[in-house]
């Protein structure tokens, strides 16, 4: 089903990549997909986290989220690199992760390094530690909006049949 | 006259890029040490990168030059905390010890 998923999305990069659309190089097209296809079957890389598909409704509501909050934050950010006395506190602090897969800790982690101001330095069991520029930034991801945020994102694939074996690496 | 409108729309998504840019550049000097060095890093790559894509977009039109931007802006914005993340791990794994609570 995945693997069928795969193709289609493989076929769509390609159709829009390429804009090339006479009959010889879209079959050329259309067998590279499904060899590509076949191959990623083969090797077992068409799981829940080599092709999230089951995450896609959650995560149209939850990027313009992100997004918005990393622009929150690049402005922060620049404030306290322009002033001229460039009050920054750097913190480390541990977080908890709430998320059910590895899947969901990579993301948090991942939406965490991308929002300038915090990089998880280290993931382990159902920790993230976190480097914060600002007292402010630590004290943003202490309060844990975007931790329960991808919990939910990740929570609502694993109903629809993803999670089972996601501490398989 | 909409032509005119989406080139100011582009320009101003250019200037917020290049300006992000620009004071990504200024942080990699300013800040002390190699983790708050980072985060003005992250900058770039979110709304520097980011901002100069899109404005790109509006520039190209809507054809196949604006997917492939859109492609180029979805594989940074997946590709650079990844990044991020293993060398600051890897800074933490060679025992460099991050400076804290310093104020100047």
Not at chain 1, 12 to 38: E, N
Not at chain 2, 3 to 9: A, E, H, P, T
Request: proline share 4%; aromatic share 8%.
């Amino acid at each position: 089903m995945r693997t069928v998923a795969l193709t289609i999305c493989l076929a769509a990069t390609w159709l829009l990549l390429s804009g090339h659309y006479d009959p010889l190089l879209l079959s050329l097209g259309a067998a590279s997909c499904v060899l590509v296809a076949w191959i990623a079957w083969r090797m077992d890389v068409v799981d829940h986290e080599g092709f999230p598909i089951h995450l896609s409704w959650q995560a149209v509501l939850y990027w313009p989220w992100l997004i918005f909050e990393i622009i929150k934050s690049n402005i922060d950010v620049a404030l306290v690199i322009l002033r001229p006395s460039m009050p920054i506190s750097p913190t480390v602090l541990t977080v908890k992760t709430t998320q059910g897969s590895e899947l969901g800790q990579v993301i948090y982690a991942n939406s965490i390094t991308l929002t300038p101001g915090t990089v998880s330095l280290r993931v382990y069991d159902d920790k993230i530690d976190v480097h914060a520029l600002t007292k402010a930034g630590a004290d943003g991801i202490a309060a844990g909006e975007m931790d329960r945020r991808v919990t939910l994102m990740d929570a609502s694939g694993a109903k629809t049949g993803g999670k089972s074996g996601g501490r398989g690496g | 006259m909409e032509g005119q409108i989406l080139q100011i729309v582009a320009w101003v998504f250019l200037g917020v890029g290049a300006v992000f840019s620009l004071i990504g550049g200024i942080g990699l000097i300013r800040l002390p040490d190699f983790y708050t060095r980072m985060h003005a890093a992250g900058m770039t790559d979110t709304l520097g990168a980011g901002g100069i894509l899109i404005g790109l977009m509006f520039l190209s039109g809507f054809n196949l030059v604006t997917a492939k931007l859109i492609f180029i802006l979805l594989f940074i914005f997946f590709t650079s905390p990844t990044s991020s993340h293993s060398v600051a791990k890897a800074a933490m794994g060679a025992g460099f010890k991050p400076l804290l609570q310093r104020r100047d």
